[in-house]
């Protein structure tokens, strides 16, 4: 009974981890910060008082960077919501980490967790993962249950003991780590394509400000000029964002990393304690038991 309950347990955290409210988190941050950029672009940067003659049609007014921004194009909006994109992102991550953590210092939580396995207070250890909460306590009450529950098997040999506490320590971990990873991919690809749209604009602005060049009939170094640091506005733009979303990136990929090395710390202190607590009683010993009873 108590093995159907577990497995009824680990079935409906998984079907907690699947919920979509992270997909949909995405879903709508996405969409919405283009669309609060293109209202920003549309509105502040392209605010008449911003160019000469009140007309957006002019060249900006002199030292008016909102102006020069706004003249950078119809790419402009995409990658300032890139960019936004990267700081909302980054703000849930953090969110998300620092909740998976607990509430107290990880390293002193595995120092706890170890000190209590020693004593052999099993009932304590589980108490300090209530106490703590997050992910990494989470994996480490899945696999200290498992513990208790191979104390008071007598039929298992101590290796398949370790065994299945090992294995329940690692799924509980799959379980949890798309939790810690989900949404880093934006910012990942962010990272890679943001530089990218950014020459585009670029680009696109060169040929703008050459074909008016040409069109016009006579060079006109000042409009040259003022074609193509409009254009490079982009590139700037686009670098920016990309330089965001890779610190972002690393910086909590190293940050899931420190909490997948604290977990394996304390899914191997509690295998070893197991081991070195528990003799080799099992099923060999309940069959000399048996043979000596007939």
């Known amino acids: 009974m108590e093995k159907k309950t577990a497995v009824a347990n680990k079935n409906a955290n998984v079907e907690a981890k699947k919920s979509p409210v992270g997909s949909m988190f995405a879903a709508i941050v996405i969409p919405v910060a283009l669309i ?83 004593q052999r207070d099993i009932n ?11 992910s990494v306590a989470n994996v480490v009450k ?3 249950l498992k513990y208790k529950e191979m104390q008071a098997d007598h039929e ?3 290796a398949e003991k370790v065994a299945a506490i090992q294995k329940e320590i690692e799924e509980s971990t799959s379980l949890e780590l798309p ?20 020459l585009i604009g670029t680009v696109l ?12 009939g006579a060079a006109d170094a000042v409009a040259l000029s003022n ?22 990136y690393n910086f909590f990929t190293s940050k899931i990393d420190e909490l997948t090395y604290s977990i394996d710390e304390a899914g191997f202190s509690i295998i070893s304690t197991f081991a070195a607590q528990h003799d080799n009683a099992g099923a060999p010993a309940t069959a000399t038991t048996r043979t000596q009873t007939v």
């Open 179 to 198: 939790m810690l990873e989900k949404n880093l991919v934006v910012i990942s690809t962010i990272a890679s394509i943001s530089t990218l749209v950014g």
């Open 36 to 118: 609060v950029c293109v209202l920003i672009y549309m509105f502040v940067l392209g605010n008449p008082a911003n160019f000469e003659g009140g007309d957006p049609e002019n060249h900006p007014l002199p030292g008016n960077y909102l102006g020069v921004v706004y003249k950078g194009g119809w790419v402009v909006p995409l990658l300032m919501s890139l960019v936004l994109m990267v700081l909302i992102f980054s703000i849930e991550r953090a969110l998300t980490i620092s909740k998976a953590k607990g509430t107290k210092s990880v390293a002193a939580f595995v120092r706890t967790i170890s000190a209590k396995l020693n």
């Open 156 to 158: 298992l040999l101590k």
């Open 142 to 144: 899945a696999g200290l």
């Open 227 to 248: 074609g193509i640091s409009e254009a490079l506005i982009n590139t700037a733009t686009g670098i920016t964002g990309s330089a965001l979303a890779i610190v972002a």
């Open 205 to 216: 602005g060169m040929i703008k400000a050459f074909a008016a060049l040409a069109t016009s």
């Open 124 to 134: 304590g250890a589980i108490a300090a993962c209530d106490a703590q909460k997050g």
